[in-house]
């Protein structure tokens, strides 16, 4: 019997599950703005440190790194102990991350920082997927969907923080709050969670899990597709407000304003998207989705008015943002429920460990090429993720 039965059923608001899964994603919604709060944040952290356009790349990517290398290890934590246990533990390293970040000085201290708040902010996500597909079964795309959609404020918040932080002090003004929110969820996650604490050996059986999870040949090909979408998403999101400034010549402003309008679309279509995924099917769901993300990608980097870069950052959102959650919601139903933790840990490793390095791609490519050209190569990957889902 999963924890969802014990208070009548899967329900979205109120009761045991819904409790946990709006409390427990407004800890994730302060891990995406700490996340995310980097970007807006960039153009100032380059200029104090000293750093180049690449480095300030390697700085994201070290932060996506982290949170998606301890994605497997996370998940086989939750699954041998308890999920309770492994979030916990996960949102105070995050905020230790986070405080790290608050007082760096040197470009190795920020690379420290974001590592730290990496690693946290990945085993919570891990560990709370796992407790929601634990908690929902017929409704687990629309579970998901509002998780990431309360997750995907926190960027929106960001970009509005960013240019408050920047008004009144220093960029490393915005970490200390998420420092004191993540330490409540901590305390939120202690208090509700019904499980038990557990430390025990926990052991890593990457053969088995390599097997279940990359024996499939379904699975194999997702992992190629989706690690397609999320590098687009990644690159997009680490410098659109840079790009938007340094190519677009638009003022820094509007840059954090359109940062906030991409994620926008992800509160937007992220719930709308696993509420049709359960009900229709999930897979020509994310199909269109990425359909409009490369429309709306070329408006923003192609359009020759503001109106229509509005729209295509909009529109890219609204596209980009709608495949992760039903297509993870359909790799749940191929994992068993006693591994599923620990395999779609795996899974996220190896798409999240690749598309880390699309901020670097920007950095590197528009060092050579330009802005413009390294927006416009990301067309190919999201092209190459639709026809695997398709063909898949």
């Known amino acids: 019997m999963h924890a969802g039965e014990r208070s009548g059923g899967e329900r979205l608001i109120g009761g045991y599950s819904g409790r946990l899964l709006i409390g427990l994603s407004t800890g994730y919604l302060a891990i995406q703005l700490g996340r995310n709060v980097l970007s807006p944040l960039l153009p100032a952290i380059v200029e104090d440190l000293a750093i180049s356009s690449f480095e300030a790349g390697v700085a994201i990517s070290v932060l996506s790194a982290a949170y998606a290398l301890c994605m497997y290890p996370g998940g086989r934590l939750s699954d041998q102990l308890t999920r309770k246990t492994v979030l916990v533990a996960a949102a105070l390293v995050a905020a230790a991350g986070f405080g790290v970040l608050s007082v760096a000085g040197s470009y190795p201290a920020l690379l420290g920082g974001a590592a730290t708040a990496g690693l946290g902010a990945g085993l919570y996500w891990i560990a709370l997927r796992g407790l929601l597909a634990d908690l929902f079964v017929d409704r687990r795309g629309q579970a998901f969907g509002v998780q990431d959609a309360l997750g995907f404020v926190g960027p929106i918040v960001a970009a509005g923080g960013a240019v408050a932080v920047l008004s009144i002090g220093g960029w490393r003004l915005a970490f200390p709050p998420l420092v004191a929110f993540l330490v409540a969820s901590a305390a939120f996650a202690h ?3 019904d499980e038990p604490y557990e430390l025990a050996c926990v052991g890593f059986d990457l053969l088995a899990t390599g097997w279940r999870v990359f024996g499939d040949r379904q699975v194999r090909w997702l992992v190629v597709g989706y690690t397609c979408g999320i590098f687009a998403m990644q690159a997009v999101i680490g410098f659109l407000p840079l790009f ?11 840059a954090s304003a359109g940062f906030a309008v991409l994620f926008l679309g ?8 696993g509420y049709l995924g359960d009900r229709l099917s999930h897979v020509p769901v994310a199909v269109g989705g990425l359909c409009l993300s490369i429309a709306g990608l070329l408006g ?23 495949f992760p959650p039903v297509i993870q919601a359909h790799l ?7 591994s599923m933790g620990g395999d779609f840990g795996a899974f996220k490793t190896i798409y999240a460990g690749v598309g880390s390095l699309g901020p670097a791609y920007v950095g590197f490519a528009a060092g050579v090429v330009g802005y413009t050209p390294a927006f416009l190569g990301l067309i190919a990957l999201l092209v190459a993720a639709i026809v695997v889902f398709l063909w898949v």
């Open 191 to 193: 208090r509700r969670i």
């Open 300 to 322: 923003f980097v192609l359009g020759p008015s503001l109106p229509v870069i509005t729209l295509g950052i909009l529109s890219f959102g609204l596209g980009i943002w709608a």
């Open 332 to 338: 749940m139903t191929r994992f068993p429920d006693e």
């Open 266 to 273: 992800a509160v937007i279509t992220m719930p709308t998207a």
């Open 244 to 254: 938007l400034q340094a190519e677009r010549g638009l003022p820094s402003a509007y």
